[in-house]
T-cell receptor, first 113, second 112 residues
Framework: GAGVSQSPSNKVTEKGKDVELRCDPISGHTALYWYRQSLGQGLEFLIYFQGNSAPDKSGLPSDRFSAERTGGSVSTLTIQRTQQEDSAVYLC???????????FGPGTRLLVL | GDSVTQMEGPVTLSEEAFLTINCTYTATGYPSLFWYVQYPGEGLQLLLKATKADDKGSNKGFEATYRKETTSFHLEKGSVQVSDSAVYFCALSTGSARQLTFGSGTQLTVLP
């Protein structure tokens, strides 16, 4: 497919466990973004990658959150020691460098019990 | 910091009614402005955008004009359809990273 893909689509975990969320951007898109959509906070920016570098990590809510990107393509968002307030839909988006348009994936719905 | 204030929902209209969803923003610099739409069970899709003052974005019968003097980007459609039922998000981007700052979203329901 030509769009942004994310996996898993749904994840249920227990409080205190670690989770990994994956994003496959559109081929050739060097910019990649992670956002979180939750009932209480709306849509929030988490982190931005340009290639494999993350010049802006300002949106990560705590040091339990980390992200990496390899080969200028796939990105993984890791949440350690999950808490119930981490329950949300995690969205990934990608864009061409310099483009104003971001293309969003379908999201991963995370539920922490 | 940057912020977007969006008309509270939900909004319920009859088919063929006129739609306005208000959006105002606060930003440093010169933001680009967007409307994204999220249909039930689907991901966020770009509806329209405007990158500088007085630009008008349009798509699928929807329009919005970038008004720098009133810091607004109101979404309008002359005649809504049932298929327009969705959540609409106003957003802006600034800076070198161009990350999006979103409004809270407006749920629109169009009744036949």
């Amino acid at each position: 497919g030509a769009g942004v893909s994310q996996s898993p689509s749904n994840k249920v975990t227990e409080k205190g466990k670690d989770v990994e969320l994956r994003c496959d951007p559109i081929s050739g898109h060097t910019a990649l973004y992670w956002y979180r959509q939750s009932l209480g906070q709306g849509l929030e920016f988490l982190i931005y990658f340009q290639g494999n570098s993350a010049p802006d990590k300002s949106g990560l809510p705590s040091d339990r959150f980390s992200a990496e990107r390899t080969g200028g393509s796939v990105s993984t968002l890791t949440i350690q020691r999950t808490q119930q307030e981490d329950s949300a839909v995690y969205l990934c988006a990608s864009s061409l460098v310099g483009s104003e348009t971001q293309y969003f994936g379908p999201g991963t719905r995370l539920l922490v019990l | 910091g940057d912020s977007v204030t969006q008309m509270e929902g939900p909004v319920t209209l009859s088919e063929e009614a006129f739609l306005t969803i208000n959006c105002t923003y606060t930003a440093t610099g010169y933001p680009s402005l967007f409307w994204y739409v999220q249909y039930p069970g689907e991901g966020l899709q770009l509806l329209l955008k405007a990158t500088k003052a007085d630009d008008k974005g349009s798509n699928k019968g929807f329009e919005a004009t970038y008004r720098k003097e009133t810091t607004s980007f109101h979404l309008e459609k002359g005649s809504v359809q049932v298929s327009d039922s969705a959540v609409y998000f106003c957003a802006l981007s600034t800076g070198s990273a161009r990350q999006l700052t979103f409004g809270s979203g407006t749920q629109l329901t169009v009744l036949p």
